[in-house]
């Protein structure tokens, strides 16, 4: 298997058994620190916080619990902060309410595995990439299909907006970086010479720079004009790019490392070691003080930016890590991976949430009940047990004496999936 590469669907999927350490990281002048906070004064700074309550609303997840059928491969939050996407190898998109992780909807319409995704600066697009070659619009928060791209020969591994929301870039397999116009889907131009594939993306915050990485290669390219100014070569595969909100760090990931580059001219300001097996994806925090990486040794790490200092390994997931996304407050984290659950971490402690559950009944396991109700228009599911707020109408509850009640219908595994009536 290449390296970084994600795993088909016939992976396995080991049981939640890892129970997460929990410390507490502090700002400081510099960036980012540990304290020296004991285990119940880091859960009490989280409990007493603004947003506690609704971060903890939702119950903890059934052990049977999944977010996706198969292999999560990407996620984003849109920079509203009302939305987290998450794309899978199931060949679907799903929609989650931040911070409670109710279920809103699945996007369907891909024929493969979904590798990537990004939102406009607005929160109102979505873009996803698929190893089924194409590249799907949709209307957030919606979920409505409004276009589809074609004109990739191979998988797209990467896509990005850029933060005028008018241009999309596509990288993919076939070697070449596509550029779209948005919101009409229009095709720009093809951008050619990256050898070999290309496996990720990045535009810088002022949107005239575009960095793709794929093998052993990172390329610079102007906007919109797409002629290369740049070529580094690294010693890695490259899974993974990040810039920093200034502009001034390229942060790229491949093999066991991540490294930190000056986006200027190129120049290597620091290699952070530490993951054990291949580094997947990273994510920046919008005041640039924080770096994460997800890695195949099922772990995320917390960095300090500039300086790149190790301050936590977060450990929860039970395989392989392949997607990271930071909220635009900086209050979350979310993973996710082979274990097909997307997790959410309290920033910038490090803990992560028992509250939260990102949980699909129809990709859990046999007899995983939910919650569902309606409320403005929308559709929440939420794992059993979970309050049905003022001014919403149940349509399933699994909790008896509830006055809205499920019926079960058989699976072909001789359990039982809950609907609502």
């Known amino acids: 298997m290449r390296p970084g590469r994600p795993p088909g669907k016939t992976d396995s999927h080991e049981a939640d058994t890892d129970k997460p350490e929990v410390y507490s990281i502090r700002r400081v002048r510099s960036g980012w620190e540990l304290s020296r906070r004991g285990l119940f004064e880091a859960v009490a700074a989280v409990t007493v916080s603004a947003n ?4 903890l609303q939702a119950q903890g997840c059934p052990s049977a619990g999944r977010s996706h059928l198969n292999v999560i491969l990407a996620l984003a939050i849109s920079p509203n902060g009302r939305l987290l996407a998450s794309g899978g190898s199931d060949d679907t998109v799903k929609l ?7 279920l809103l909807k699945t996007l369907q319409g891909h024929t493969s595995a979904v590798k990537s995704l990004a939102i406009s600066a607005d929160s109102r697009l979505l873009a996803s990439g698929s190893y089924d070659r194409s590249i799907k619009l949709w209307s957030l928060p919606e979920g409505a299909l409004l276009k589809t791209l074609e004109g990739h020969t191979g998988n797209v ?3 990005a907006i850029s933060p005028d929301g008018r241009l999309l870039a596509s990288g993919s397999g076939d070697y070449r970086i596509k550029l779209w ?3 009409d889907g229009a095709l720009l131009k093809t ?3 990256h050898p070999p594939y290309i496996s990720a993306l990045a535009i810088s915050p ?9 093998g052993r290669t990172i390329k610079l390219w102007p906007l919109p004009d797409g002629t290369p100014v740049k070529t580094l070569n690294v010693t890695y595969e490259v899974n993974a790019l990040a810039i920093s909100p200034d502009g001034s760090i390229l942060a790229s990931a491949g093999n066991l490392t991540v490294q930190l580059r000056a986006l200027a001219d190129g120049a290597i300001l620091k290699t952070l070691e530490g993951h054990t097996s291949f580094v997947t994806a990273l994510a920046i925090s919008q005041d640039g003080r924080l770096l994460t990486s997800g890695s195949q040794d099922k772990s995320v790490k917390l960095w300090s930016l500039p300086d790149g200092t190790l301050l936590k390994t977060l450990e929860g997931h039970t395989s392989l890590v392949w997607a ?5 407050d900086g209050e979350f984290l979310a993973s996710a991976g082979s274990d097909r659950m997307v997790k959410l971490w309290s920033l910038p402690e490090g803990i992560l949430l028992a509250g939260p559950c990102f949980m699909d009944p129809a990709a859990s396991q046999d007899d995983t009940q939910a919650v569902q109700y309606t409320k403005d228009g929308v559709v929440y599911t939420l794992p059993c047990g979970s309050p049905v707020p003022p001014g919403a109408v149940c349509t399933c509850n699994c909790v008896k ?4 009640s499920c019926v079960g219908h058989t699976s072909g595994g001789g359990g039982h999936y809950w609907y609502p009536n």
Do not use: Y
């Open 52 to 55: 506690a309550s609704t971060r």
């Open 181 to 183: 116009s948005l919101p």
């Open 191 to 193: 951008l050619t010479g």
């Open 96 to 102: 989650w309410s931040l911070p409670d992780g109710a």
């Open 157 to 159: 591994n990467a896509v």
């Open 324 to 328: 990271v996304a930071i909220s635009p």
């Open 206 to 214: 002022d949107g005239l720079l575009l960095a793709t990485g794929g």
């Open 401 to 404: 004496s509830s006055g809205c």
